[in-house]
């Protein structure tokens, strides 16, 4: 498995933007899809993004289409999610998740490893 830490999260005002990263460790950052997922209180996990081992496909919940951007460095084994234009309703905690599949996927059930989460807050 690999070890992911997720950095970035904060308290932004409505309408700002935020950069999240996550670093990997352990093994080949590039063998696994990565995916963006977060969890508001009271809520069930969400999907928000995922991006293909070689960041040729990407994929996006519909609530961050246009919005978030996901991105990846693999010589910096990071997986990067940038959030413009941020509501309220972003607020949640976000997890970082490696999927050893080949193909961005939604499905919570395909990651094998997950970070701690990084806390967002968006205030109105």
């Known amino acids: 498995q690999v070890q992911l830490v997720e950095s970035g999260g904060g308290l932004v005002q409505a309408g700002g933007s935020l950069r999240l990263s996550c670093a990997a460790s352990?093994?080949?950052?590039?063998?696994?899809?990565m995916g963006w997922f977060r969890q508001a209180p009271g809520k069930e996990r969400e999907f928000v993004s995922a991006?293909?081992?070689?960041?040729?496909?990407?994929y996006y919940a519909d609530s961050g289409k246009g919005r978030f951007t996901i991105s990846r460095d693999n010589a910096k084994n990071t997986v990067y999610l940038q959030m413009n234009s941020l509501k309220p309703e972003d607020t949640a905690v976000y997890y970082c998740?490696?999927?050893?599949?080949?193909?961005?996927?939604?499905?919570?059930?395909?990651?094998?490893?997950w970070g701690q989460g990084t806390q967002v807050t968006v205030s109105s």
């Open positions: 998740a490696a999927d050893d599949g080949v193909l961005p996927t939604n499905a919570k059930g395909e990651y094998d490893s």
């Open positions: 352990g093994r080949t950052f590039s063998s696994y899809a």
């Open positions: 991006i293909s081992r070689g960041a040729g496909r990407t």
